[in-house]
């Protein structure tokens, strides 16, 4: 057994994240062989009507399980790098059927062609999942067609959840691009914000988000999030763990899992007039939160989650 892991570079730092070290802690633990490689580290090479495709230098069919984690929400090719993989590995177990590549989310990232917060919405719509009330233009124009979506408070979002870098106190800093408008006068105090990559969603006043981890289409943990200050939870929130979910948040979460065909998955909720409401999904969920900020209860090991979350 040999695993190979694929992220992104940290932005600020260039360096690997916090979730895949605690994957590599894990695998060392057992004693597994592995790899690690980045995005800017993978090599596509057709000769003599062949593909080879390398990460960090080693031919992936070396491999026995692939772990994507994060790609770059702003750089599509990113994620499309990973459907590459996918077609490559099926094509290579369908010849090699004894000694088979097992890539985890394989099942979901063909079922999620674009990774952004529109497709997430289309998904639900085609499945009859709750999703929040949203309003995107490609021109960035919200001043025309002020009735589709004006029931303010409104959130502003980036579509595909990238976030900004800024520079406070001489050190920079990731930041959410996510805007509350009270009025359409905030709208228009946006500045020098590229509207064309944001969208406009409904508000949920409950000042509390969830994040429910889903393997193998069945609920492990999860994290409940109260906002200390303003709207934002994720701006020094408290977390309490909730690992056992209501009913209905549960079966909503396994219920996409399992449509989407995600070996591991993180769907996060939001509350509006009591329902619970998918708020975002992720592939390459970070769970150091989830592991360090709650005093009480007993954490489920994430990290080991996702290193044994591959259907067979």
């Not at 916090?18 to 580290?41: G, H, I, M, P």
């Not at 233009?137 to 990238?162: A, V």
């Not at 979910?245 to 591991?264: H, Q």
Request: charged content about 30%.
């Amino acid at each position: 057994m040999r695993y190979l892991i694929i992220d992104k570079r940290q932005r600020i730092t260039g360096q690997i994240s916090t979730a895949s070290k605690r994957l590599v802690q894990e695998l060392e633990k057992r004693d597994y062989s592995y790899d690690f490689a980045y995005n800017d580290e993978l090599e596509f090479i057709i000769k003599d009507e062949n593909l080879t495709i390398r990460a960090g230098g080693r031919d992936i069919t070396e491999y026995s399980h692939i772990i994507f984690r994060g790609h770059s929400l702003s750089d599509e090719k990113e994620y499309h790098f990973k459907r590459y993989i996918i077609d490559y590995v099926d094509l290579y177990n369908s010849k090699n059927p004894e000694k088979k590549i097992l890539v985890q989310n394989s099942e979901a990232i063909k079922n999620l062609p674009y990774y952004n917060k529109i497709a997430t919405a289309l998904f639900c719509v085609k499945n009859n999942l709750p999703y929040f009330d949203t309003y995107f233009r490609t021109d960035g124009d919200y001043l025309q067609d002020r009735d589709i979506l004006n029931d303010y408070p409104l959130i502003m979002k980036d579509y595909t959840g990238e976030n900004r870098i800024e520079n406070i106190e001489g050190k920079e800093k990731i930041k959410k691009n996510v805007f509350k408008l009270d009025s359409i006068d905030e709208y228009k105090k946006l500045g020098n914000i590229d509207t064309s990559r944001m969208f406009l969603q409904e508000f949920s006043p409950s000042g509390e988000d969830y994040r429910i981890f889903v393997k193998l289409g069945e609920v492990i943990g999860g994290w409940k999030r109260k906002a200390k200050e303003g709207f934002m939870t994720v701006s020094k929130g408290e977390y309490e763990m909730y690992n056992n979910p209501n009913p209905e948040m549960k079966e909503i979460a396994e219920r996409f899992a399992t449509l989407i065909g995600a070996d591991f998955i993180a769907v996060d909720f939001m509350y509006i007039d009591n329902k619970p409401y998918i708020q975002e999904i992720s592939f390459h969920p970070g769970f150091k939160a989830y592991e360090t900020k709650i005093t009480e209860g007993s954490p489920t090991n994430i990290a080991e989650a996702i290193i044994t979350a591959f259907k067979e």
